[in-house]
Each structure stands twice: as structure tokens, then as C-alpha cells.
């Protein structure tokens, strides 16, 4: 069946999509073949669209997902303007990123808003995300991730507020929560379930354990195509506002109407929609649909080939939530969670009532059960280390190491161990500091003084990162103060590790509070940095930015982008030479207009070459116009390989900011020839880009001017950085929070290709 | 005989000296999935940006297939011939395998190897691993899937050609905190 378009003709909105579709490389030809795109005489004139595009349309042939995943550049109809960075789900095979303008991304935010209204969800209502893959997505939306087991149910407890919250999630997983919940979790306004079919028996349990309604969300956000049941008939409207929408024999064909940079037109999204033939009793518009599952799934049954959305799998006596694999003719692996709340023996009961449905609604098979818990609730036994062990791994050898394993000391650092995973690795993404964090934080600042002196100078140190971890201002300075109070009460005289890290949080502090923090460091002092101030400094240069609008940081910083990229390539390169110099120029990108307590100056003792760094950059920041000799300062100390390729790091920022075209051709090769010298990992690794990438950022638009649309998309691709809170969420959600088929046909019998 | 069994195992020696670059790779990287309804900034693989990617899952030995990790404290994972049985096998930390069956008390797993049993000689990267049970509490599940779930580490090429450079994009926070912390000295 196809679905005719709308009776008021097509949407106004898609002649600019398909103008600017027709900018991009890969739809060219697709678009000449069909009779949208003029004749061009010369074959160099900008491509048009024909004045009766109306007629024309339906004969464009679909895109396939696979073709923009091949070659994702040719889609690239423009890169200015590009505020939106996505990804597809990949839910069967690679993900691919797309990118998009500012207006597609205010189109989406409105779009969304507007379903959450229909329930009563106001921006002020948090939308908790449940051990799944999904960001949060508005300023007070937040999310939980990591395995699904007790701690993760305490702990979303702990963070929950008295006010109403929603959950959201994929299906399965909201269920496997869902089974371990206590009998009442306050304020579930509503559950909201997406990225998986949601199936009877799933509905039921959530409705049931989280005493609240089950939305459900259905959503392709590379194609805009966004849909939310109404509350009055749980019908699924897909908002037509934002995609104009074809079902082309049973598959969804959609034309986003807001993305400019990269259109995707009659883009097939891969997943098969049931379209109902009337509109929904609840007066809502859009058109209504049952989503049906991926194309290519087939689940075999009794009554032949079925999409999996046709199944409803029901809810079973003794089963809280089942998953069906048939992986032959005879065989249907069953991943199930009895109901152990039952007085009588349940697991009998809960294996013949799947094998009845199973028999029943696909066809006698043997059932092969295996209990959920037993692989979805992992108990890694926490091996225990001494204080000393702890100490030494975190200033000595690797914090990813210790955080990748669950170990934790023994002794009294033990709830210092405790707030560093919290900090450095949360499984709370996207809010500031939890208030239980921040309680146990106050109670760190207060607590008795640790009998082991090295415990205790470990605790100063943690709670001086704590403040560069905290986007609220007058919290971080309590803390800051605190620290430094606790500091100056320790039984021996503070060491270089304490000494820097106290300097560190001068990055984002008021500069009031400045003065004596620097009075304590001597300008030639050199700074052994060990792998806690480095997380330190990323997360001060991380809350620096956050907390300072663009136009409150030097000029520079607002010109090379992304900033943090100047920042941390400048850390990388000096890590093992640091000087309080180096935080002095910091401290100037950072803030406009800088207020120093002194100078800038390299000691005299100091390497030639980071001596006419320094001064290199003064001149950058203060008069990047004429730093022509500083520049041939810095050209003449360079010597070693290292130092050759940081000076073509300093030439492109210099270009930058004196405006200077920069060639791909020349910078390409030059990245590529010199980026491992400024890595500092095993050759078999990757390079990094980090202090490259406002010079990548930079050749974006020249090598799409250039023809070179693939090169572009592979800049666009490279030119970010991640985050501290970015990072421990893949991280967790990588492991644990990934998307579950919950019933999914290994062998069905298709019929033959013709 | 003698000959044609020697020939035997150089052939199966060779193949489980490809299938354990395989396994080194899963250990070592990072794979990415993203929700249709994230707003998870993306990264993609070297791979995907410079070659055509075959589709998946239409090949029998593709199929989805439901894998866990082996999240051990120490490495090795023992393996037993049956659930606390005899020690038949060992597999590393970090390996995503095959789940395949799972006892009555759910304490023990029986796992293989995304390619089945290896048999005698196991992967050049985990000789001792065979096809048997382990204990369930050192298993993170991870879903289904048709390729083996790696830790692929994100990477992009600037240019084309076979002698690119491949570089990190959204290198993870805390990798790149102890990478800058081992940064040599500049003479």
C-alpha cells in the first residue's frame, strides 16, 4: 500500500529541502534521473530544481540507508551553520553521524516539547533516562546507566528529588528495572519507552511496578521522524511538521523538512509502519501508525510470516518479561525473569505457559530457557586494596586502571575512593553534582582529620578536583575554601602535589580569589604532574569554558574552535615540562580581560623553546596581527621533531587569527606527517588530533568549497572532543545498556529473491 | 597419518592465529551504537569512513547471536567442563563471548567462542580458551548481536590512500588523562 500525499498537496517547507538536497553530491543524479533537477547547459551552474517538482517527486526512487552509510559526505548539502551533531542507531550494522543547522535543531526541540505537553510533561519535569543509551536531552532531563541491579535501583532512588520525574528507556531494559523495583518509587509521573518495539506483556509490568502510564515514543532521528502515543487512545502520531511522510508498501519513506545541511529525501529509514485508515478519535493531528520493526525482520509463524510488531506477546502467569530467539526450525532460546514474588513455585508454571504460546503462536518447538538475572545482574566482587596500593596506583601508574576495575582501599581512604569514582567516572549523567553527592562531598570537608598524613593530603586533593567539578559557582568556592582551610592544617608542610593542585582551580575562580593562591607558587617552579592533576586540569579547563560565555574569554579562545581542543593540546605537548607559567596563559585565554596578579614571564632558566612559547603566545592573545617575530622566534628554538610539529600547530592558529585562508592541500599532508610526534601513546595506536583540531575545524569548509565533500564530512567528523561526563557514559552504556531484540526469527523461511 | 595429522594441526593452528587477532581487537577497543532518539554525539570507525561497508546478518553465520563480556577482577575467567566442574579452559578479561546455555540456578554459563569452540589449540591470544561454563556473576550482558561486540576504538582518516593517518576522535576522558600523564619530558 502506498500512502498517497497529504490531500492539501505537498508540504511548502520540501521545495527548500529538495533545493538545497540537490547541493549535495550524492543526490544529483537520483534527482536528474527523476526530472527534478534542470538541465544544466555547461554542467557548472548551481543545480536547480524544475519549476513542476509537485509532478515530480513520487519519481524519485527511495535512498537506502546503506548507500548514505557508504559515503555520508555526498549527502553534505552545506557546513555553515552546523550546530547538530547525530548519530543513526545502528541498531542492526554501523551507525553513521549526520550533522545539521540550527533551525532542524530548534524544529526538534519544539517537536518534542510539544508531544511531552499532550502528558503534561512541562520543561521543568525531569525525564530520567534508564540504563539505555540515551543522553539527556533538556537542561533538567537527566540519566542513570551502568548494570542493572540493586546499587543501580539505590542509587536512583538516592538521586531522585521529591517532585515528579519520568522515566525513559528501551522496553527491556525499563523491564529488567522494572522487576527489581521496590513497591513504590515516588513521583513516576509517566514511563516513556523507545528504541525498541514495546510488546503487551513489557506495557504491563511498567504500568504495574512504576504505577504510572506507559508512553510510547517512536523515533528515526537522522530522518526527523518523531512520534509519541496520545494519552486518550495510544495511538502513535508522527508529527508531520517535521517529515513529510510516505509508507511505500508497508515501509516508511520520509522527507525531513528542516535539515538543510544534510537532506535526506525519500530517505528509507528501515523500519515497516502499520498506517490507520482513520484519523485518531482524539483530534490530535498526524498521521497515526503501528510500528511494526525492521524491515528485514520476519518472525515465522503458525499463520505464516509476521512482522514482530504483529505478535503481541502477552503477559504470562509467572513470567515478569520474557525474550524469544527461535534459532532453528525446532528450537526458541528463551531469556526469562520468573516472577519471585509468588508464593507457589513459579519457574514450572512460568516454562509452560511460554511453551503453550510458543507452540501455539510459532509452531512446536523444543524451549530452551535460560533466567535473566543469572547475565543481566553481574556482582563483580570488589577486591580490596590496602590505603598505600590505592595511593600509589592514583599518583603513580593509571586512574582509568584503578576506575576500570571495582576495587577500593580498605582503610580510612576508602570513602575517598568512593567520591573520586563519583566524580571522575558517574554513572549520573547530565546533572550537576547530585545533591547526594554534594551532601557526602560537605561531609568529606568537615570530617576528622585522617590518621595517615598521605590519606589526609589525598583528601585536600580530592575535594580542590571536587570544586573544578562543579558548575555552580558559590558551591565550588565553599569547597575551594574549605580545602585550603583542611590544607593548612596538615601535621607536615604541603608537597608539589598538593601545592598544584591548589593552584589549579585559579582557571575558573573569581579572580578575588586569585591573589594568594598564586603568591604560593614561584613562576619557575616546574610541576611534576601525576595522573589525578591531569584529570584535574581537564575538568578546571572543562568548567572554565562552561562557566565563561564565549565573549568572556580571550579573543583567541573565541576564534579556535572547539577551545578545549587549544587547551588540552597545550597540556598534552607541556605535560611533562609544566610550569606555573603555563597556568598564568591559561588563566589569560580563559578570561577577557585577564587580571593577573603579575606578568607573564618564562623563568631565565627556562628552555629556549617554551620560552619563546610563551612569548609566542602573549603576542597571539594580545596582538595576533603583528606576532610575526615572535612567530620567527618560535621557528628558530623549534629543533626536535616534537617542537617542529607544535610550531605547525602555532602557524595554523596564527593563520586563523589573522584571518588567513587555510589551504587542505598544504594542511592535510602536514597533519598527516606530523600528529604522531605530538602523541604521546604506543605506535600502534591512533594518533591524536586534539591539538589540531581548530586547524581541522578550519579546513571544513575549503574542502567542501572544493568539491571535496568527503574530506569535509571526515573534518566535520574529527573536529570534537569529548567530555568527562560524555566519556563515562559511553563507557557504561557501551557495556551494559546496549539495545535487546525481544523477539527476533533466525531462520525464517523467506520467500525466494526474484 | 602421522603426516596428514601434523598438516591437521599447522591448518588449525593457523586459523586460531587469525581468529586471536580477532579476539585481541575486541579486547583492546570499543564499539558504538547510538539510539534513534539520543542526543549521543557520534563517532564512527576508521572503517566505515574509508570502505564500503558488506551488510550484515545475511549470512548463516552472522546471525545475531546473544554475547556477554568477561568483566573478571584478574584475568584469566576459568572454564569448567560442567557448572563447578573440572577446569577445562581459561578465558581473558575483556572478551565478549556466546552465551549458550545457562544452568537452573543461573550461577554458571555456558559460553563459546563467536567462531564456536576452538577446540584443543584455542586463539594465539587465549590458548586455553574452550567451549564450557563459567561463573555467571563474571558475565555483563550485552545483547544480540551478528558481529562479535568489539571495543573498537573510534577512528577517522584524514586523506585517502593506504598509508593514512588514523587518529582517535572523542578519545575517552580518562584514557587521554593517563596518555598526557606518561607524556615523556621535551629535552
Known sequence: ?754 | MSLLRDWKRVAVYCVGIIFSLVGIKSVSAHTEQFSDTSETPSVTTAAAVAQAEPPVCQYDWQEPQAYARIITQEDPLRIRATPGGRIIGAVPKGWAVVILEVNNTGDWTKITSHFGDPGEFGFGSAPSFREGWVASRYLAALGDFCEKPSLDMAAVQLMTGPDAQQYTVQEDWLQMGDRIAQTPRQS
Open chain 1, 1 to 754: 500500500m502506498t500512502r498517497p500525499a497529504a490531500p492539501h498537496g505537498l508540504p511548502t517547507r520540501l521545495a527548500a529541502v529538495l533545493q538545497a538536497a540537490l547541493q549535495a553530491p550524492g543526490n544529483q543524479a537520483r534527482f536528474r534521473a527523476a526530472g527534478l533537477m534542470q538541465p544544466r547547459r555547461f554542467g557548472l551552474e548551481r543545480p536547480t530544481l524544475v519549476s513542476n517538482w509537485q509532478a515530480q517527486f513520487a519519481q524519485l526512487p527511495p535512498l537506502e540507508k546503506a548507500a548514505v552509510r557508504q559515503a555520508p559526505g555526498q549527502y553534505l548539502a552545506g557546513v555553515a551553520d552546523i550546530i547538530y551533531r547525530g548519530s543513526t542507531s545502528g541498531s542492526r550494522s554501523r551507525s553513521y553521524t549526520f550533522f545539521a543547522n540550527r533551525a532542524w535543531n530548534e524544529q526538534r526541540l519544539r517537536s518534542r516539547q510539544d508531544f511531552l505537553n499532550w502528558w503534561g510533561i512541562d520543561p521543568a519535569v525531569p525525564i530520567v533516562n534508564l540504563a539505555s543509551r540515551l543522553m539527556p536531552g533538556r537542561e533538567a532531563d537527566w540519566a542513570i546507566v551502568g548494570p542493572v541491579n540493586l546499587e543501580f535501583i539505590e542509587s536512583l532512588r538516592a538521586h531522585l528529588a521529591n517532585r515528579p520525574w519520568v522515566g525513559r528507556g528501551y522496553p527491556s531494559r525499563l523491564c529488567e528495572i522494572a522487576s527489581l523495583l521496590p513497591p513504590s518509587l515516588p513521583g513516576v509521573k509517566a514511563v516513556i519507552c523507545t528504541g525498541e518495539l514495546l510488546f503487551p506483556h513489557q506495557r504491563e509490568l511498567l504500568e504495574q511496578r512504576f504505577q504510572a502510564p506507559v508512553i510510547n515514543e517512536y523515533g528515526c532521528h537522522e530522518a526527523a521522524v518523531r512520534g509519541f502515543t496520545c494519552p486518550e487512545f495510544g495511538r502513535i502520531h508522527l508529527d508531520e511538521q517535521s517529515c513529510f511522510l510516505e509508507i511505500v508498501d508497508g515501509a516508511l519513506v520520509t522527507t525531513d523538512l528542516w535539515n538543510e545541511t544534510m537532506p535526506l529525501v525519500r530517505y528509507q529509514c528501515g523500519d515497516r509502519v502499520h498506517c490507520h485508515e482513520t484519523p485518531c478519535p482524539c483530534g490530535r493531528p498526524g498521521l497515526t501508525v503501528q510500528v511494526l520493526g525492521r524491515s528485514e525482520d520476519r518472525i515465522d509463524t503458525r499463520q505464516g510470516l509476521k512482522m514482530p510488531g504483529e505478535l503481541a506477546l502477552p503477559t504470562l502467569p509467572g513470567l515478569l518479561h520474557y525474550r524469544l530467539q527461535r534459532q532453528s526450525p525446532t528450537l526458541v532460546a528463551a531469556q526469562i525473569q520468573v516472577d519471585n514474588s509468588l508464593s507457589a513455585p513459579t519457574t514450572a508454571v512460568a516454562e509452560a505457559s511460554l511453551q503453550t504460546w510458543v507452540n501455539q503462536t510459532l509452531g512446536n518447538h523444543t524451549l530452551r530457557t535460560t533466567h535473566h538475572a543469572a547475565v543481566a545482574s553481574p556482582a563483580v566482587p570488589s577486591e580490596e586494596w590496602s590505603d598505600h596500593r590505592w595511593l600509589t596506583t592514583l599518583t603513580q601508574q593509571s586512574l582509568s586502571g584503578w576506575l576500570a576495575t571495582s576495587a577500593q582501599p580498605t582503610g580510612e581512604a576508602r570513602p575517598l575512593a568512593l567520591m573520586l569514582r563519583a566524580l571522575l567516572a558517574p554513572r549520573v549523567i547530565g546533572m550537576e553534582l547530585p545533591k547526594v553527592i554534594q551532601q557526602q562531598l560537605m561531609a568529606l570537608t568537615s570530617s576528622d582529620a585522617a590518621a595517615d598524613p598521605a590519606v589526609e593530603a589525598m583528601k585536600v586533593r580530592i575535594l580542590l578536583l571536587a570544586c573544578s567539578c562543579i558548575s555552580d559557582r558559590s558551591i565550588s568556592q565553599d569547597i575551594y575554601t574549605q580545602a585550603v582551610a583542611r590544607q593548612q592544617k596538615l601535621a607536615t608542610a604541603p608537597d608539589s602535589a598538593l601545592q598544584l593542585d591548589r593552584l589549579i582551580p585559579a582557571l575558573h575562580l573569581p579572580t578575588s580569589m586569585l591573589s594568594p593562591t598564586w603568591a604560593i607558587a614561584a613562576i619557575e617552579e616546574t610541576w611534576p604532574l601525576d595522573p589525578l592533576h591531569v584529570q584535574h586540569l581537564l575538568a578546571a579547563f572543562e568548567v572554565a569554558l562552561q562557566r565563561r560565555s564565549p565573549t568572556q574569554r580571550s579573543p583567541a579562545l573565541r576564534r579556535l574552535r572547539p577551545p578545549l581542543a587549544v587547551l588540552v593540546g597545550d597540556l598534552s605537548f607541556w605535560a611533562a615540562n609544566l610550569t606555573t607559567a603555563h597556568l598564568h596563559h591559561w588563566s589569560e585565554l580563559l578570561q577577557a580581560p585577564p587580571n593577573l596578579p603579575r606578568p607573564l614571564t618564562a623563568a631565565a632558566s627556562a628552555p629556549a623553546f617554551l620560552a619563546s612559547w610563551l612569548s609566542w603566545r602573549q603576542a597571539l592573545i594580545h596582538e595576533p596581527l603583528t606576532a610575526g617575530e615572535p612567530f620567527a622566534a618560535l621557528t628558530a628554538a623549534a629543533g626536535s621533531d616534537a617542537e617542529k610539529a607544535r610550531l605547525q600547530v602555532e602557524r595554523g592558529y596564527f593563520d586563523i587569527l589573522r584571518h588567513v585562508p587555510l589551504d587542505p592541500q598544504e594542511w592535510l599532508p602536514i597533519i598527516d606527517t606530523h600528529a604522531a610526534d605530538l602523541t604521546a601513546a604506543p605506535p600502534a595506536r591512533p594518533a591524536s588530533l586534539t591539538p589540531w583540531l581548530p586547524i581541522v575545524s578550519a579546513l571544513v569548509q575549503p574542502l567542501y568549497q572544493q568539491g571535496q565533500p568527503e574530506l569535509a564530512y571526515r573534518c566535520l567528523l574529527a573536529a570534537t572532543l569529548t567530555s568527562r561526563q560524555q566519556s563515562a557514559f559511553e563507557r557504561l552504556t557501551t557495556q551494559f545498556n546496549q539495545k535487546q531484540s525481544v523477539l527476533v526469527d533466525l531462520c525464517p523461511q523467506l520467500p525466494p529473491l526474484t
